[in-house]
Structures are given as C-alpha cells and as structure tokens.
Nanobody, 119 residues
Framework: QVQLVESGGGLVQPGGSLRLSCAASISIASSYAMGWYRQAPGKQRELVAT???????NYADSVKGRITVSRDNAKNTVYLQMNSLKPEDTAVYYCNAQRVTSTSTRTYWGQGTQVTVSS
C-alpha cells in the first residue's frame, strides 16, 4: 500500500506562486508514474500534470507554461511548481501514483491539498 501526503497548498493572490509537494511512503524510483490532478467545486477531477518513472512530463493545456512537475526519487517526493496562478486554478489538488505491470495496474491517491487563488 502506498500512502501519499500532499502539502504546500494555501491562499495566494492572482499572479502568485505556490509549490506543492507529495511525499510517498515507499520508494517510487523506477516503478511509479506520478501525477497531479485537481477538482474544483462542482466539477470533475481533471489532470494537471504527470511525470513518468523516466522523467517524461505531460501537462494539461490550461497549465502549460505556468506549471512544472518534477520528482526527486531519492526523497520519494513529487513537486508541482505553480506560477502565474489564476482564480480558475482554485481547486483541491491531488497527488497520484500509478504502477503498471504486465499483470496489474495499481493506482493510489493522496488526500488532497486546497489551493485558493483570490485577491
């Protein structure tokens, strides 16, 4: 069982920055693809960014150029650096870990951290 703990959320003004962290309870190096998703009130959960075990990244169009995902396998931690934040970025942000093998796919979620962008 993988436990994921997010941190770094909070209230920020439009145009500001935040860095979210996601600490995993086990080694994520080489085995787990990691991702960040978000869910705004009344909306479905949506992908923000993912990073593969090999470091390949993927971003939602709405955040490209403003948000960067990275991972530190030595610390079992994934980061989401968010710049030029907009009110529409307000949501609960969830960390995701996924391991795909030839016989199974396992997905884990964190509890989420609230990000509010408001003046």
């Amino acid at each position: 069982q993988v436990q994921l703990v997010e941190s770094g959320g909070g209230l920020v003004q439009p145009g500001g920055s935040l860095r979210l962290s996601c600490a995993a309870s086990i080694s994520i190096a080489s085995s787990y693809a990691m991702g960040w998703y978000r869910q705004a009130p009344g909306k479905q959960r949506e992908l923000v960014a993912t990073i593969s075990a090999g470091g390949r990244t993927n971003y939602a169009d709405s955040v490209k150029g403003r948000i960067t995902v990275s991972r530190d396998n030595a610390k079992n931690t994934v980061y989401l650096q968010m710049n030029s934040l907009k009110p529409e970025d307000t949501a609960v942000y969830y960390c995701n870990a996924q391991r795909v093998t030839s016989t199974s796919t396992r997905t884990y979620w964190g509890q989420g951290t609230q990000v509010t962008v408001s003046s």
